[in-house]
């Protein structure tokens, strides 16, 4: 039987140090988890990427002052592609929404309207206020106009 060597213990001593090191190193990686992303500048995947419906005119009377006057609205903005982490740059998003016009307001866009336009594709949250059997025609910079319920579909996108 042979007797194990003096550098053979100090092989194995090392050996099993290591595989402790790595042992603790993975738990407390694992503890830290949901910590390192942040430490390493990525998104909370826990927060949402997209808002809620939002109703407020205001904004999209500034962004297409050629609506005006806006009877209602309703908008949403999402993150126009999936998150890596690292980031690779900033989150570019897509404002959707449907505008209710005047009228008035929907006969002068329609005027000068191009062919009419293959039907958008319309997040989930928004399809509740479209109109029913839209007939969509471009009038110009990402709108969309359904003359019979005079609403305007606009993507934008930053």
Request: charged residues 20%; hydrophobic residues 45%; aromatic residues 6%.
């Amino acid at each position: 039987m042979r007797r194990v060597t003096r550098p053979a213990k100090i092989a194995l001593l090392i050996t099993a140090a290591l595989s402790a090191c790595v042992i603790a190193a993975c738990g407390v990686a694992l503890a830290l988890r949901d910590w390192v992303p942040g430490l390493i500048g990525c998104a909370d995947p826990a927060r949402p990427t997209k808002t809620a419906v939002l109703t407020a005119t205001v904004r999209i009377e500034q962004m297409y002052p050629e609506l005006k006057p806006i009877r209602s609205v309703h908008w949403q903005e999402h993150e126009a592609r999936a998150r890596s982490c690292p980031e690779i740059g900033p989150m570019d998003y897509e404002m959707n929404g449907f505008a209710v016009i005047t009228a008035d307001r929907a006969a002068a866009l329609s005027a000068a309207t191009q062919s009419p336009a293959s039907a958008p594709d319309i997040p989930a949250d928004l399809r509740p206020f479209a109109p029913a059997d839209p007939h969509w025609q471009p009038i110009g910079d990402g709108l969309l106009l359904d003359h019979e319920s005079a609403t305007v579909y606009f993507t934008h996108g930053t």
